[in-house]
């Protein structure tokens, strides 16, 4: 039995790492080269971070599978605890995250390192949480979710799928997508940076 949502969740974390590791490589490039980044595509990445891994992603993760989880086993359960309380924090990193991007914007070079320092501790504890889902929960319902639990999740999961896994974006977010694709270094997308390979040609926007 191979689940369509554990596909799901191990495409969107790719994608999510790829992401937040574009994020990084365009800061560090434009820090290697004295210039300024484009904080329209910075803030488009910020965007499409609370849009899609935090209200839809996270939220199927803490609304759907955990639960099932904590149904059928004890195991996990103070792991599942973490990560629900990490889903709850999202938006308010986010924020923080925005905040400090919208500084660096506003008041330029003296607040450049502040908004990066904040950005790599963000990815770090995002890099973090994804492995600990990949290393302990996803094998863990493989193990003890049944087959009517995995034809719930996977109709719950097969909807609201991310653009940057290769799905068509909804109407509403193609321009979003496009400007990503098209502006964002590798490995998300097709802009310039020091050093990165041109992506993958799985990547569609529209």
């Known amino acids: 039995m191979n689940p369509l949502t554990l596909s799901v969740l191990r495409d969107e974390h790719s ?12 800061l560090a490039d434009h820090r ?4 300024l980044p484009d904080f329209a595509v910075l803030r488009a990445m910020l965007f499409y971070l609370d849009e899609f891994p935090e209200k839809r992603h996270h939220r199927k993760e803490t609304e759907l599978l955990f639960p099932k989880l904590r149904a059928r086993t004890p195991l996990a359960r103070p792991i599942l ?15 923080d995250l925005e905040h400090a991007l919208l500084a660096f914007e506003l008041m330029g070079e ?15 504890f995002y890099l973090a949480h994804m492995a600990l889902e990949e290393r302990e929960i996803l094998p863990l319902a493989e193990r003890v979710l049944t087959a009517d639990d ?42 310039p940076a020091s050093g990165a390979p041109k992506p993958a040609t799985w990547l569609r926007a529209n």
């Open 81 to 95: 605890d973490n990560l629900d309380q990490d889903h709850a924090c999202g938006e308010r990193r986010i924020r």
């Open 32 to 35: 290697q080269r004295g210039t």
């Open 15 to 26: 994608a999510l790492a790829a992401m937040l590791r574009s994020v990084l490589l365009l």
């Open 150 to 191: 995995w034809r719930e999740l996977d109709t719950a999961f097969s909807t609201n799928r991310d653009p940057l896994t290769g799905h068509d974006a909804e109407q509403a977010y193609r321009e979003l997508f496009t400007r990503i694709v098209n502006l964002a270094p590798a490995p998300i997308g097709l802009g």
């Open 110 to 124: 003296s607040r450049r390192e502040d908004f990066e320092q904040a950005m790599a501790r963000y990815v770090e």
